[in-house]
Nanobody, 121 residues
């Protein structure tokens, strides 16, 4: 069984900063990708930032230069440092991990419960 535990959401003023974290716990054999996505009511889920296979880092266009994703492989944890936050960054942020539980299993996507980020004065 795998659990993704997200922390760090909340209310912040425009121009402020927040840091999200997501820790993957359980009997994990290997991880191929980890990242953050967000969803605004009425809109599709969108990529915020992710580590993809080959250790490439992808960012959504709207967050480039403001958000930074980092990772601690020993702890199966990723972080999202969000700076210069704008009202349009308001959303529920979800952690995603693509992993497999054994060497013979396929990789599967796991999602965190979501954490609300609200940017408002």
């Amino acid at each position: 069984q795998v659990q993704l535990v997200e922390t760090g959401g909340g209310l912040v003023q425009p121009g402020g900063s927040l840091r999200l974290s997501c820790a993957a716990a359980g009997s994990i054999f290997s991880i191929s990708a980890m990242g953050w996505y967000r969803r605004v009511p009425g809109k599709q889920r969108e990529l915020v930032a992710a580590f993809t296979p080959g250790v490439r880092t992808d960012y959504g266009d709207s967050v480039k230069g403001r958000f930074t994703i980092s990772r601690d492989n020993a702890k199966n944890t990723i972080y999202l440092q969000m700076n210069s936050l704008k009202a349009e960054d308001t959303a529920v942020y979800y952690c995603n991990v693509r992993l497999r539980l054994t060497a013979t299993m396929y990789f599967e996507d796991y999602w965190g419960q979501g954490t609300q980020v609200t940017v408002s004065s």
